[in-house]
T-cell receptor, first 115, second 113 residues
């Protein structure tokens, strides 16, 4: 158990809909990262937050947004969903910005299926 | 552009055989390097990491990796594979303290009893 909790574990929805994925980082971790894993794109970095502030952005679509709350949990919002958004979405956390240890602690992921 | 490549998409080995998974990176300077493992239905777990110093790094579960600057490689090895090692293995790199971790495409390992 990594200590990172993601909900929901599975989600099935229709095209055009909006969903919210939630992540609770390990106790004490300040950084939260979101990754998308799909068969054709592999593991793609979406966005990083550190202590409530956005620190880095990757290949995140404009239809997607995220935030980190004062209690350090994070939410990833996916809107106007398309079939291609079907993927496994991982949240990871680390105590600091990754350079200090380089280790990310991953949750078990939220599997999104868009029909 | 920064990138991490894993030439082997899928590897099958017999239980008890040795294993080597390949990883190459393309960065302006030597990044921090990592190997993560993803078991079925699980998130990723760090196996080992290289920051500097000794080029042979020991990790958990009996894995080791060797950094070779001349080849821009960081290959993962295990002398004797167990059936429980069947999983997806990701090589990853981080350029600086404030950069994002970039993952390779992964290598899927199957173990034959």
């Amino acid at each position: 158990d990594s200590g990172v909790t993601q909900t929901p574990k599975h989600l099935i929805t229709a095209t055009g809909q909006r969903v919210t994925l939630r992540c609770s980082p390990r106790s004490g971790d300040l950084s939260v990262y979101w990754y998308q894993q799909s068969l054709d794109q592999g593991l793609q970095f979406l966005i990083q937050y550190y202590n409530g502030e956005e620190r880095a952005k990757g290949n995140i679509l404009e239809r997607f947004s995220a935030q980190q709350f004062p209690d350090l949990h994070s939410e990833l919002n996916l809107s106007s969903l398309e079939l291609g958004d079907s993927a496994l979405y991982f949240c990871a956390s680390s105590l600091y910005l990754t350079g200090s240890t380089g280790e990310l602690f991953f949750g078990e992921g939220s599997r999104l299926t868009v029909l | 552009a920064q990138s991490v490549t894993q030439p082997d998409i899928h590897i099958t080995v017999s239980e008890g055989a040795s294993l080597e998974l390949r990883c190459n990176y393309s960065y302006g300077a030597t990044p921090y390097l990592f190997w993560y493992v993803q078991s079925p239905g699980q998130g990723l777990q760090l196996l080992l990491k290289y920051f500097s110093g000794d080029t042979l790094v020991q990790g958990i579960k009996g894995f080791e990796a060797e950094f070779k600057r001349s080849q821009s490689s960081f290959n993962l090895r295990k002398p004797s594979v167990h059936w429980s090692d069947a999983a997806e293995y990701f090589c990853a790199a981080l350029k600086t303290s404030y950069d994002k971790v970039i993952f390779g495409p992964g290598t899927s390992l199957s173990v034959i009893p």
